[in-house]
């Protein structure tokens, strides 16, 4: 072999193992402070849903891809998305995915009860869960509804931000979940990886 060959061959090798290590690293988040892009999600177990089980982020091992949502009853932003949401979680059940919806609110119009008058109301067939202990918001650094965090297959986050990029139905031009969510079902990395939440604030109260 000469030494132009093998100089070319560990040229390709050595970008191949930066370009792996790349794929496989977590990209520093800007407007998350308790995530990144990469990095494995929080998990969650014992979070009760509206249909009076408990649920685990483990149960959906057999989804291509998570959404989780975090949202609420109160919050008129997290209202106009409720549509959306049903619309794209049936869509999108037919190709392995699976929606998730949680509220971290204490307010008394979140509680678990109201969560379920409204997830009846509104014809609810994905999970709507209550984070009584505000613990998995903090995990996922959430702090609007709506907030949207899109899981790979390994269950790494691969996107978090926005649904779209208007809180008008009818204005909204691109679904940046959506986009997300096929690009991962393609093998492909989303691009963009991180959006600006917008919308009401999540209040936390002190850590116990």
Not at 5 to 10: A, D, I, K, N, Y
């Amino acid at each position: 072999m000469s030494g132009h060959t093998f100089r070319s061959l560990w040229a390709i090798l050595a970008a191949a193992i930066f370009l792996a290590a790349l794929s496989g690293s977590a990209l520093a988040a800007k407007f998350n402070h308790k995530v990144n892009i990469g990095q494995p999600a929080p998990k969650f177990e014992g979070l009760i849903g509206t249909d009076g089980k408990s649920h685990s982020l483990d149960d959906y091992k057999s989804a291509k891809v998570v959404v989780i949502a975090f949202t609420c009853n109160h919050c008129p932003v997290a209202q106009l998305y409720e549509d959306r949401f049903i619309r794209f979680a049936r869509a999108q059940k037919k190709r392995g995915v699976a929606f998730i919806a949680i509220s971290s609110s204490l307010l008394p119009p979140d509680s678990l009860d109201k969560m379920r008058e409204r997830a009846s109301q509104k014809g609810f067939d994905f999970p709507y869960l209550c984070d009584s202990t505000q613990e998995i918001g903090r995990a996922y650094g959430a702090t609007v509804t709506p907030q949207l965090f899109v899981l790979d297959s390994d269950r790494n986050i691969a996107y978090m931000g926005k649904f779209d990029d208007d809180i008008e139905p009818e204005k909204a031009q691109r679904s940046y979940v959506r986009d997300a969510v096929h690009a991962l079902l393609d093998g492909r990395r989303p691009d963009p990886s991180e959006t600006r939440a917008t919308g009401c604030g999540i209040e936390y109260g002190k850590p116990q």
